[in-house]
């Protein structure tokens, strides 16, 4: 996996966010199993709450295209330092497979995980459906 290129497409897609509030950018890329890469940014709303995450946006973007499996999503942010994914969107990525990999760059260095490490005792389908 390029790691390089995913950072890259992230980072154009943070140039788009529609941040009127924050003022904080976030960009995302997520590699399909596919081989296609799709990108989001965050996008917010002055009904503060209706405000979408850049991970999110990715992932619907990508499912809404008929992908379902995914390899790595690259997230990185206005700030200089590491943005890790808010809670909603470790839950949201969650419902597609805990072995996605996360790479986060704050310009220098590289961090990844497995969602499975930034989500323990994730609950999934198979709590709903009477455990594993
Ligand atoms: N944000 C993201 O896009 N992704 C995250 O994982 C953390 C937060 C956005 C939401 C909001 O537009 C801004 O960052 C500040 O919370």
Request: aromatic residues 12%.
């Amino acid at each position: 996996m390029n790691y390089d290129l995913l950072i890259e497409k992230a980072k154009e897609a943070m140039e788009r966010a529609y941040v009127k509030y924050s003022n904080f950018k976030v960009g995302a890329a997520l590699l399909a199993k596919s081989g296609k890469i799709y990108t989001g940014c965050n996008i917010e709303n002055a009904s503060y709450s209706a405000t979408i995450c850049a991970e999110r946006v990715a992932f619907t973007k990508a499912i809404s295209e008929g992908e379902k499996e995914f390899e790595a999503i690259a997230i990185v942010s206005s700030s200089n330092d590491i943005t890790y994914p808010c809670g909603v969107c470790r839950q949201f990525m969650s419902e597609f497979g805990l072995d996605l990999e996360l790479i986060f760059t704050d310009g220098n260095k590289i961090e990844t995980y497995k969602l499975r490490e930034l989500l323990p005792h994730a609950f999934t389908e198979f709590e709903t459906k009477g455990g594993r």
